[in-house]
């Protein structure tokens, strides 16, 4: 596809039920992020991937959260034993990196809108 | 530590009006990266602009034009002759120098332009 693929776009969960969140990056993008958007909220840096490799989970408020790259395209973002603090939108954005204006720009998916009860 | 404050929260206008959304940024880096996206109802964040620190030169975009200004670590946005599909919340967000590094983003600006 053109452009950042999240699926599911919506998912309810029971608290204590975990989830997983995919995000298919831009075609050839080497880098991938994830944020997490609260409601009313600026996003919010949760990791980050180069290739298959996890440069960056500084973000990751708890190791509820896991997130993964195997092959270096798709990521899947997995929360366990979800909270009621959990209810938000996660994000993902690619980049490609490489020479060029072009290198730094992350271009974004719609979404995963996460709510907990 | 990197921060980004967009002080206005809200802002309403009627179509055809000029607005200005601001955004002043926090960096101890010498070389860094500022941006600003739109985030319509559908909720994908869209990339408008992306501009350098050592680039001060003001940009313009059909209706479309931003002011960077280091000596008061500003980065505003202006929408001349607004309309209705402007209605969104605008982020402005910073990255380091490496660039491809993680966004830190301000908490948005809500526009609504009333026809």
């Known amino acids: 596809g053109a452009g950042v693929s999240q699926s599911p776009r919506y998912k309810v969960a029971k608290r204590g039920q975990d989830v997983a969140l995919r995000c298919d990056p831009i075609s050839g993008h080497v880098s991938l992020f994830w944020y997490q958007q609260a409601l009313g909220q600026g996003p919010e840096f949760l990791t980050y991937?180069?290739?298959?490799?996890?440069?960056?989970k500084s973000g990751l408020p708890s190791d509820r959260f896991f997130a993964e790259r195997p092959e270096g395209s798709v990521s899947t973002l997995k929360i366990q034993r979800t909270q009621q603090e959990d209810s938000a939108v996660y994000l993902c954005?690619?980049?490609?990196?490489?020479?060029?204006?072009?290198?730094?720009?992350?271009?974004f998916g719609a979404g995963t809108r996460l709510s907990v009860l | 530590a990197q921060k980004v404050t967009q002080a206005q929260t809200e802002i309403s206008v009627v179509e055809k009006e000029d607005v200005t959304l601001d955004c002043v940024y926090e960096?101890?880096?010498?070389?860094?990266?500022l941006f600003w996206y739109k985030q319509p109802p559908s909720g994908e964040l869209v990339f408008l602009i992306r501009?350098?620190?050592?680039?001060?030169q003001n940009e313009i975009s059909g209706r479309y034009s931003w002011n960077f200004q280091k000596s008061t670590s500003s980065f505003n946005f202006t929408i001349t002759a607004s309309q209705v599909v402007d209605s969104a919340v605008y982020f402005c967000?910073?990255?380091?120098?490496?660039?491809?590094?993680?966004?830190?983003f301000g908490k948005g600006t809500r526009l609504s332009v009333i026809a």
């Open positions: 967000a910073l990255s380091e120098e490496s660039g491809n590094t993680p966004l830190v």
């Open positions: 501009r350098n620190s050592f680039d001060e």
């Open positions: 991937f180069q290739n298959e490799a996890q440069l960056d």
């Open positions: 960096t101890r880096d010498t070389t860094y990266y």
């Open positions: 954005a690619s980049s490609r990196l490489g020479r060029g204006v072009i290198k730094n720009i992350q271009y």
